[in-house]
């Protein structure tokens, strides 16, 4: 079993910044694929940010060029530098990882506010 953890969710100004972090319970971290997830209110689940155990990135168009997906394979964890945030961000920000095996693991999310 792996327990994922977020922190670093807040209220934040719109133009402003956060960094989330995502901290892993077990060292399979550096064999698996991450990613970050959002959900705001009364919509479905969307991905943010993916990164492959081999570093390789991928983004969701909304927020390329803004958002940056990191992780640090010796403290198990992954993070998301989030700058010049948006209303339209403001969601539940969930980590994922995907096993070798192909089984999900999620956090229990940490809620990031943009306010205008």
């Known amino acids: 079993q792996v327990q994922l953890v977020e922190s670093g969710g807040g209220l934040v100004q719109a133009g402003g910044s956060l960094r989330l972090s995502c901290a892993a319970s077990?060292?399979?971290?550096?064999?698996?694929?991450m990613a970050w997830y959002r959900q705001a209110p009364g919509k479905q689940r969307e991905l943010v940010a993916a990164?492959?155990?081999?570093?390789?990135?991928h983004y969701a168009d909304s927020v390329k060029g803004r958002f940056t997906i990191s992780r640090e394979n010796a403290r198990n964890t992954m993070y998301l530098q989030m700058n010049s945030l948006k209303p339209e961000d403001t969601a539940v920000y969930y980590c994922?990882?995907?096993?070798?095996?192909?089984?999900?693991?999620w956090g229990k999310g940490t809620l990031v506010t943009a306010s205008t």
């Open positions: 990164i492959t155990s081999g570093g390789s990135t």
């Open positions: 077990r060292t399979i971290f550096s064999f698996a694929d």
């Open positions: 994922n990882l995907q096993d070798f095996s192909g089984v999900n693991y």
